[in-house]
């Protein structure tokens, strides 16, 4: 079976647009949970002679209620579905206190976690990445999912083992 990678993070930190840049739509399906917009979708991606399969989620806002606590629901099951979870922050945005309460579970978690910045464009990498080293992840990947910067280099270090 081909790797699995998850993306999760909050909404916004650009986990679609890694997804799409990952499979760049090539069949990509959604899951079949009817009645939830915000499924896990997954894509297939090949880098080199290496498929993989990528799942994008819906995202996890912090405090999730109805809808939201499905939402979340769905990155807790890509996590367990995963080889490799990519754990998105953004640039941007700066790293907030979901940012903090998503690395705690993840860092619970035994899955191999990598640290994405995402959003770096215009920005200086190692001050872009400072403030993220707080969530104890270790190492910060940064990378500008909309632009490609950085993304098939990741890419290729997390599919290494594999
Ligand atoms: P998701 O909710 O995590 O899936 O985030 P999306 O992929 O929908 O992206 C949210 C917003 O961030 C969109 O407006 C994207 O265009 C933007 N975005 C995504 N990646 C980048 C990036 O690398 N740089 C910048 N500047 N914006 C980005
Ligand atoms: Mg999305």
Same mark, same amino acid.
């Given at each position: 079976? /081909?790797? &699995?990678i998850?993306?999760? $993070?909050?909404? /916004? &930190? *650009?986990?679609s647009?890694?997804?799409?840049?990952?499979? #760049?739509?090539?069949?990509? @399906? &959604?899951a079949?949970?009817? $009645?939830?917009t915000?499924?896990r979708?997954?894509?297939n991606g090949q880098?080199?002679?290496k498929?993989?399969?990528? @799942?994008?989620t $819906?995202g996890?806002? *912090?405090?999730?209620?109805?809808?939201d606590?499905?939402?979340?629901?769905?990155?807790l099951?890509?996590?367990?579905?995963?080889?490799?979870?990519?754990f998105? &922050?953004?640039?941007r945005?700066g790293?907030?206190?979901?940012d903090?309460?998503?690395? /705690?579970?993840?860092? @619970?978690?035994?899955?191999?976690t990598?640290?994405?910045?995402?959003?770096?464009? *215009?920005?200086?990498?190692?001050?872009?990445?400072?403030?993220?080293?707080?969530? *104890?992840?270790g190492?910060?990947?940064? @990378?500008?999912?909309?632009h $490609? #910067?950085?993304?098939?280099?990741?890419?290729?270090?997390v599919?290494?083992?594999?």
């Amino acid at each position: 079976m /081909n790797p &699995v990678i998850a993306l999760v $993070g909050r909404p /916004n &930190v *650009g986990k679609s647009t890694l997804f799409n840049q990952l499979t #760049r739509s090539r069949d990509a @399906i &959604v899951a079949d949970f009817p $009645g939830l917009t915000r499924d896990r979708q997954y894509g297939n991606g090949q880098l080199g002679n290496k498929p993989f399969t990528v @799942i994008d989620t $819906g995202g996890i806002t *912090g405090d999730e209620q109805g809808i939201d606590a499905a939402m979340a629901e769905q990155s807790l099951l890509a996590i367990d579905e995963a080889d490799i979870v990519l754990f998105l &922050v953004d640039a941007r945005a700066g790293l907030t206190p979901t940012d903090m309460s998503i690395a /705690n579970h993840l860092r @619970i978690n035994r899955k191999k976690t990598w640290l994405v910045v995402n959003k770096v464009d *215009g920005l200086q990498e190692d001050i872009a990445t400072a403030e993220f080293h707080e969530l *104890g992840l270790g190492e910060t990947w940064p @990378i500008a999912a909309s632009h $490609g #910067r950085n993304v098939t280099q990741l890419i290729d270090i997390v599919l290494a083992p594999f």
